[in-house]
């Protein structure tokens, strides 16, 4: 690929597990992503979410403790298997040694810190597991704050006490903080307490949609100024002119590139495509189809500086700079 791009989430780790239990094979997994298809599009990094489902919903999985577990070892072990292709890493100089092999990267995230529940050995056993960035919330209330959420009043609330030394404590660590599923308040609390650049790992302009889950013009900035960097969400909802959108174009997907780099300049997004976590049609729904992405932004007359860093450089710089 022209572009070898750097994908800071996907859901694809929890479409491993079967409705019987089994696990199926993250190499030929049959979705939106998988180790093939990362190999034959030439993709530099994906961030491997484990993504924690609301509590009750079908199949019943196991406590989050042992699904993280099963998960993690999953990745690990799948990534083993097809080591002439992708490895592990776990911060910038291992990134860059995968891909001087040759290979791939796989990042271990994990999407709601629920797990956590408040204890500070909880999230140094995360960082001593492979975990190099956390999604603070998801959509419900936990021991790091509040979510994005249509209701004014809740989207006012920041972080926890907890929450509030846990940034710090991840700062300390080398673990990502990921804004894309907090409060505005929560935004605002890890913006100010964070001395990390932070990312939003899938969030687009609420300006061009007005989801919840976007960011507003003004934490652009602030997310600029940090050092920091959004990934571009491929799901219609964040990225069509309305949220119940069906369908994401790469115009569209353009239109968010380009506010981002109007609003907070050329250095704070990066792509962050959620594939494996929607539905809907998408014009681009697999790494291979990437490039149009790309081919679309140089027809708008982006420079190759630019087209670098929003494929990789962006999201490499904040892995240097916060990650260890």
């Known amino acids: 690929m022209k572009y070898p791009y750097a994908d800071m989430h996907c859901d694809t780790l929890l479409h491993c597990i079967s409705r019987e239990g089994g696990l199926a094979s993250l190499y030929d997994l049959s979705?939106?992503?998988?180790?093939?298809?990362?190999?034959?599009?030439?993709?530099?990094?994906?961030?491997?979410?484990?993504f924690f489902p609301p509590v009750g919903e079908e199949p019943e999985l196991p406590p989050d403790e042992e699904f993280f577990r099963i998960l993690r070892e999953h990745l690990y072990r799948e990534t083993?298997?097809?080591?002439?292709?992708?490895?592990?890493?776990h911060n910038y100089e291992e990134i860059m040694e995968n891909q001087k092999q040759g290979k791939a990267s796989a990042v271990l995230t994990v999407e709601d810190g629920r797990m956590v529940e408040g204890s500070h050995s909880r999230l140094q056993?995360?960082?001593?597991?492979?975990?190099?960035?956390?999604?603070?919330?998801?959509?419900f209330p936990n021991c790091f704050g509040y979510p994005n959420s249509p209701d004014p009043n809740i989207m006012k609330k920041g972080l926890t006490d907890f929450g509030k030394e846990a940034v710090e404590e991840m700062?300390?660590?080398?673990?990502?903080?990921?804004?894309?599923?907090?409060?505005?308040?929560?935004?605002y609390d890890v913006a100010a307490?964070?001395?990390?650049?932070?990312?939003?790992?899938?969030?687009?302009?609420?300006?061009?949609?007005?989801?919840?889950?976007n960011l507003t013009d003004d934490m652009i900035r602030i997310l600029a100024e940090k050092g920091g960097v959004a990934g571009l969400n491929f799901c219609p909802a964040f990225v069509g002119k309305t949220t119940d959108c069906q369908k994401t174009t790469v115009e569209d997907l353009g239109r968010h590139v380009l506010h981002f780099i109007q609003v907070g300049g050329e250095d704070c997004v990066g792509l962050g495509t959620d594939f494996d976590g929607m539905d809907g049609e998408l014009e681009i729904g697999h790494p291979s189809e990437m490039y149009r992405l790309f081919d679309y932004l140089e027809k708008q007359g982006l420079t190759q500086r630019q087209l670098d860093k929003i494929a990789n450089g962006n999201v490499l710089r904040v892995i240097r700079d916060s990650m260890r």
């Open 31 to 50: 979705g939106m992503q998988s180790i093939r298809q990362m190999a034959e599009a030439g993709q530099l990094l994906q961030f491997f979410a484990v």
């Open 125 to 139: 056993m995360l960082y001593e597991q492979g975990v190099r960035a956390i999604a603070l919330t998801w959509n």
């Open 80 to 89: 083993a298997l097809h080591a002439d292709v992708i490895a592990m890493a």
């Open 171 to 187: 700062n300390r660590m080398g673990i990502l903080a990921d804004v894309s599923h907090l409060s505005d308040g929560g935004f």
């Open 193 to 213: 307490l964070s001395r990390k650049p932070f990312i939003a790992s899938h969030s687009n302009c609420r300006a061009l949609t007005p989801h919840p889950r």
